[in-house]
């Protein structure tokens, strides 16, 4: 398949998903963005009820104002939303498409091991639309899932867009796509990193600074209003009232760094009779401070246990927890075990080939490594690791063909 095939085979698969979509019409999972939308769009105020309050920073924004804006023009009808997130499936592979070929052309090992260019590239692509779960979460859920995919591959590609001519208004464009990234999901913000090594390979100091201060100026100006808007409702510094819970149900004792405890139940079963009386009772500050001094109590009483929560939930966003799927039906929990082989087949391959590299592998994998080692801070579910996932199939089919290539050698020496 070669690059001028690639945006009619993406859009003819995401017709034939949205065929799909409209004839089955699935039930949609809603989750905390849709009631924020529909209180914007039928109070003019974006809030959602949490531990009894109305909270106006529950979520970030990007995703909600999307959905918002649907249910104005469509009504307040899912389907439309999960349509949505199709397309946006279409964007992100075409993205993660032209970041793989930008990934071949810097990499001298491939060409060794693998002669069709477009071909392997096409796997990334293919990898996001066909990846599963990618497309439950777009398909059944009112869920910023495939925003928070979008943007990841969209700072990937356009850190290739500027790097392949370095023009201002090729920077301002990343810089405006980070700033959002970072809006939908402040995690990331570790986006700009292969944008940081292929600066420092291919630009002097003087440059490089000038381009980081552009970026950041337009980032923070993104960023700030939202931030000032947080604090005008609910008193809140950051980017949202959920910074202290999800630090806190990172580290509990009997858990697994998720939304689960070890014996299936929510992580809510970890508080007291009291201490859900006290809670409701609370401003949205408050809820986040009373949080906030739980998991600064048990860095008090037992750094260690925040320690190796820390590398258990880093475990357990490069493999699985054992309470995987609890949250799902039974269809999809059916399919875990399967995903589990093939997940480690997979891991195996990408590790193979990364090992055998060169230092362009970074570009590909300083992300994906930066988001493990960062969401690992606060909570780990699956679905944070599922984004990066077509990367590691795009690195395990490397993976493949490097072996191919290696007991050739081996072959060829024995003969």
């Known amino acids: ?45 974006a809030f959602c009820y949490n531990d009894g309050q109305p909270n106006h920073s529950f979520v970030f924004p990007v995703y909600y104002g999307v959905v918002f804006f649907v249910y104005k023009i469509f009504g307040i009808v899912p389907i439309y939303v999960a349509a949505l997130h199709l397309i946006f499936n279409g964007a992100t592979a075409f993205f993660a498409y032209k970041a793989a070929v930008f990934f071949i052309e810097t990499n001298s090992l491939i060409d060794k091991i693998f002669f069709a260019r477009d071909k392997i590239a096409s796997v990334l692509a293919c990898s996001v639309l066909f990846h599963p779960f990618i497309f439950w979460y777009s398909f059944a859920n009112v869920h910023p899932f495939a925003f928070d995919m979008f943007f990841f591959y969209a700072c990937l590609f356009f850190t290739t867009v500027y ?8 920077l301002l464009i990343f810089a405006v796509v980070y700033g959002l990234a970072v809006l939908d999901r402040p995690t990331l913000m570790v986006c700009v990193i292969p944008f940081l090594l292929l600066s420092f390979k291919y630009m002097e100091t003087n440059k490089i600074i000038l381009n980081f201060s552009v970026i950041s100026i337009l980032s923070i100006m993104i960023i700030a209003p939202y931030l000032i808007r947080n604090y005008h409702t609910d008193k809140i510094f950051g980017f949202n009232s959920n910074t202290g819970k999800i630090l806190w149900k990172g ?30 009772n609370l401003s949205v500050k408050d809820q986040n401070k009373f949080f906030m001094n739980k998991y600064i109590e048990i860095w008090k009483e037992d750094p260690f246990q925040v320690i190796k929560m820390y590398l258990v939930k880093l475990k357990n966003f490069w493999w699985f927890r054992e309470n995987i799927g609890n949250e799902y039906s039974q269809a ?11 997940y480690g087949g997979m ?11 060169s230092k362009g592998i970074f570009f590909l994998v300083s992300a994906p490594i930066a988001l493990s080692l960062f969401q690992s801070f606060f909570y780990v579910e699956t679905r944070h690791r599922i984004i990066i996932e077509p990367i590691l199939i795009f690195l395990a089919i490397l993976g493949l063909f490097l072996l191919r290539h290696k007991l050739s050698i081996l072959k060829n020496n024995y003969n």
């Open 332 to 342: 999809i929990q059916t399919f875990i075990p399967l995903y589990k082989i093939m």
């Open 251 to 280: 580290v509990l004792y009997n858990s697994e760094g998720s939304n689960y405890l070890k014996n299936g139940k929510n992580y809510y079963a970890a508080l007291g009779s009291k201490d859900f009386g006290l809670l409701i």
């Open 347 to 357: 891991l195996l391959f990408a590790v193979f080939f990364c090992m055998f590299s």
């Open 163 to 170: 790097f392949r001519n370095k023009t201002m208004l090729n």
């Open 1 to 45: 398949m070669n690059s001028k095939n690639i945006p009619i085979f993406i859009s003819i698969i995401v017709l034939l998903q949205l065929v799909v979509l409209f004839i089955i019409q699935p039930e949609i999972n809603l989750w905390e963005d849709h009631n924020m939308a529909v209180s914007l769009l039928q109070t003019g105020d």
